[in-house]
Nanobody, 124 residues
């Protein structure tokens, strides 16, 4: 049974940092592309970052480029998203998602499997 379990969310002040983790179970981890997406109230779900072992790249949304860093540790079946210089904005749930191995899209419509998410709130 496939499971993607996110952790690391919480309350952080503007300008602060968080590191989110996504642990994968029941999936050939290094085969699939993995993405991070976020969903804020009243907004559409958007792609934040993704990585593909087969395609050999990591991709970021323009809105987070230079501030967020995605990394993966295949031996631990875990993907991380380092969030730096966080901006004050609506709370958002960050989701880890499995993508097709040949797809590192940031389009939520291409996600094959979703985790349950972890809440990030940036507020003073």
């Amino acid at each position: 049974q496939v499971q993607l379990v996110e952790s690391g969310g919480g309350l952080v002040q503007p300008g602060g940092s968080l590191r989110l983790s996504c642990a994968a179970y029941g999936v050939t981890f290094d085969y699939y592309s993995i993405g991070w997406f976020r969903h804020a109230p009243g907004k559409e779900r958007e792609g934040v970052a993704s990585t593909s072992t087969i395609l050999g790249g990591t991709y970021y949304a323009d809105s987070v480029q230079g501030r967020f860093t995605l990394s993966r540790e295949n031996a631990k079946h875990t993907v991380y998203l380092q969030l730096n210089s966080l901006k004050p904005e609506y709370p958002a749930v960050y989701y880890c998602a499995r993508l097709h191995p040949l797809n590192a899209t940031l389009d939520p419509g291409d996600v094959e499997f979703w985790g349950k998410g972890t809440l990030v709130t940036v507020s003073s």
